[in-house]
């Protein structure tokens, strides 16, 4: 068959250009093509969402390294998270499919390469749609706790879970309701979480009584996570403490592949899904930057007068609360928990695309029923499959876990790495096997040049060192050669990630191998024939 750029068949001159296409890829418009560039780009920058993965996951990075940890690892990592956008910008451009990154790597590497990294990418964004709904509940609960006291009385993990459920399924509702409805969301979302965080940053600047010295926000370390007994001064706490406040970044700044996977979707998308990525990120990473460091300047002094880290290492409902009192840290609350309900809306679109796509080339078990199409053109049955898929993925999250008497969801951390692991495992594959082409890779509209030789191996050695460092035990009493371990503080990413690894390597040589051969064409014989001709 015709490679993506060769010249247009007069037979089918009666497509668009999108769907001319999307048919040398070897499908026809089965979905509806009603997003604009505009809401390709909403979703991945929703999805990103600062204003659900700076706040949730904040305790991870200021634990691990302290004030530095954020100041300096967020414009650190952002940069080479923009370097391996760029690469995955090029990629869509070229093969703009709903399968996105599994089909990249299905016309790259072959069969095996795609099977791989679709099933990572399908557990990466199970994990992430399951992470942003329950740091949704959490936020929700928070908003209603620091308003009513009566309602923080009766706390506890099963009514945040409960929450969770509840978000999931009326996300799944406007999932199913309608694509141009998300399309329409996704749109509001983009200008709730730039006019939310623009809000959010002057409330921070202007309502506190005092701020942190830049000094302090710049400088200053600790040690937080139980090992090497809280030092700061040897070699290990620079690469093995601060590397586990990784996970604030890494996990914020994902899920932009929603761009590829709503390509199918997208007007224009050759172009639009590529620049979708790559602006998604650069703007979350510039306004992640802008709102974190507005947080850390809010911490406030505790009562001898120094700033009050034990505070902050909970999280930042107790900075708001006690720098802006409850009215202020109630409003920033409820926005923060209603851009990541909007969040988990879009992560759930992004996930029942993908398992829509990989459904219909027949990889997932009960394919034919995750690939049907409702009379609205949605795979309504994915979207199912995909909530109930990540309230499973969070049930840990209903045992208690307190590390040095201070409660400690690692279950939600746990779940935002097999998230981040998942789907960046998934980007590496295809970005590397396009460098592996070098010059005969078949460009798109949008193309990197021959910044791709240098851009590429950087791209897949973040990823990689990233991986291993969110695969380790977070806490002492994670780790299994210690005296203190205790299976309820194990963080389960590895467990989750390798295990389906392994399974994956079985089921592939005993199994899939003999009937998986990558996309499927959907269109018909006497399309494919006149491309061919």
Known sequence: MPEA??????????????????????????????????????????????????????????????????????????????????????????????????????????????FFTGWLNLIGLVAVTAGVAYGCATFIDLTISTYSTSFAGHYSLTRVFIIFVVVLFLAALLNIFSSHLMALMNNVSVWWHVAGAATIVLILILVPDQHQSFSYVFTERFNNSGYGGGSTSNVGFWFAIVPFGFLLTQYTITGFDASAHLSEETASASKAAAQGIWRSILYSVLGGYVLLLCVVFAIPNDAN??????????????????????????????????????????????????????????AVPGSGLWKQLSPNRVPANAVMLVGVASAVLTLPALIKVDVGGVPVPLAFYAVTSIAVIGLYLAFAIPIWLRFRHGDKFDVGSWNNGSKYKWMNPIAVAEILIVSVYLMLPSTPAANPFRDEFAWKFVNYAPIVTLGALLLLVIWWNVSAKNWFTGPKHTIDEAVLEAFDS
């Open 5 to 114: 750029h060769e010249p247009i068949p007069p037979h089918e001159a009666h497509l668009s250009d999108d769907e001319r296409h999307l048919a040398r890829l070897g499908y026809k418009q089965d979905l509806n093509r009603s997003w604009s560039g505009f809401s390709n780009f909403a979703i991945s920058f929703s999805i990103i969402s600062i204003l659900a993965g700076c706040f949730t996951n904040f305790g991870a990075g200021f634990n691990n390294g302290g004030p530095i940890s954020i100041s300096w690892s967020w414009p650190i990592l952002g940069l080479f998270i923009l370097i391996i956008g760029f690469t995955m910008s090029e990629l869509v451009s070229a093969y703009p499919t709903s399968g996105g990154i599994y089909w990249w790597a299905s016309k790259l590497g072959g069969p095996a390469a795609g």
């Open 305 to 362: 007068g120094n700033p009050d880290n034990a505070l902050a290492g909970a999280g930042v409902a107790g900075i708001f609360v006690q720098s802006l009192g409850t009215n202020w840290a109630t409003f920033v609350l409820f926005i923060s928990a209603s851009a990541q309900f909007f969040c988990a809306t879009s992560c759930m679109t992004s996930a029942s695309r993908m398992t829509y796509a990989f459904s219909r080339d027949g």
